[in-house]
């Protein structure tokens, strides 16, 4: 059960778009479309942005968008706002009812 | 309003035991999987157990298997995790968290699964340390 791997730190300006990466294996990302994504502001806990690889629950901006190919997911955050500074983790299950988290990546809004 | 709140968090010697609690609100509790998430100071996430709704499985990550024992209590809307044998690694903010279940034609299956997280607790700290 090793992180999948995503960048420590990303970083844009408002209205850009950042990708944040996810890489993982064959027994998870790239073996199931369950892969999901989840925000978190410091102090509080995680909130899921992007479930399904791409889908997004109701009443997450659209801007907030999930992809992947191959082992490797990605979530894109398009027209960057202030409020978006946060650490973002993806996750996956495995199939064997176990579940891995990324290390987390912060995104900075310069 | 769907709500989780952990409790039984606290400071234990290295070797100690400590069980928390989770309880939840304003859903069907015995529908959904329950699972423990945990996060170190200033680290990332890491997944550390599941039940199935209904008790009859557990799974547990690697680095707690054989030492944490998660459990339910369906009738009083309560999950656990009992915690032995505790490490300093261990130290760590302990999310009781639901995973979301499948809607199929507007009825919620319980059990079904959907693998990702729709509701997280505040969290409780447990702390490792002599």
């Known amino acids: 059960q090793s992180a999948l791997i995503q960048p420590r730190s990303v970083s844009g300006s408002p209205g850009q778009s950042v990708t944040i990466s996810c890489t993982g294996t064959s027994s998870e990302v790239g073996g199931y479309d369950y892969v999901s994504w989840y925000q978190q502001s410091p102090g509080k806990a995680p909130k899921v942005i992007i479930y399904d690889v791409t889908k997004r629950p109701s009443g997450v901006p659209y801007r907030f968008s999930g992809s992947k190919s191959g082992n490797t997911a990605s979530l894109t955050i398009s027209g960057l706002q202030a409020e978006d500074e946060a650490d973002y983790y993806c996750?996956?299950?495995?199939?064997?009812?176990?579940?891995?988290f990324g290390g987390g990546t912060k995104v900075t809004v310069l | 309003q769907v709500h989780l709140t952990e409790s039984g968090g606290g400071v234990v010697q290295p070797g100690g035991s400590l069980r928390l609690s989770c309880v939840g609100s304003a859903f069907t509790f015995s529908a959904f999987g329950m699972h423990w998430v945990r996060q170190a100071p200033g680290k990332g996430l890491e997944w550390v157990a599941i039940?199935?709704?209904?008790?009859?499985?557990?799974y547990y990550g690697d680095s707690v298997k054989g030492r944490f024992t998660i459990s339910r209590d369906n009738f009083k809307n309560t999950v656990f995790l009992e915690m032995n044998n505790l490490r300093a690694e261990d130290t760590a903010i302990y999310y009781c968290?639901?995973?979301?279940?499948?809607?199929?034609?507007?009825?919620?299956?319980?059990?079904?699964?959907?693998?990702?997280?729709?509701?997280w607790g505040q969290g409780a700290l447990v702390t490792v340390s002599s």
């Open positions: 996750c996956s299950s495995t199939g064997s009812y176990t579940w891995v």
């Open positions: 968290v639901r995973e979301e279940i499948h809607i199929v034609q507007g009825v919620p299956q319980p059990g079904l699964g959907t693998h990702w997280f729709d509701t």
């Open positions: 039940i199935w709704y209904d008790g009859s499985e557990k």
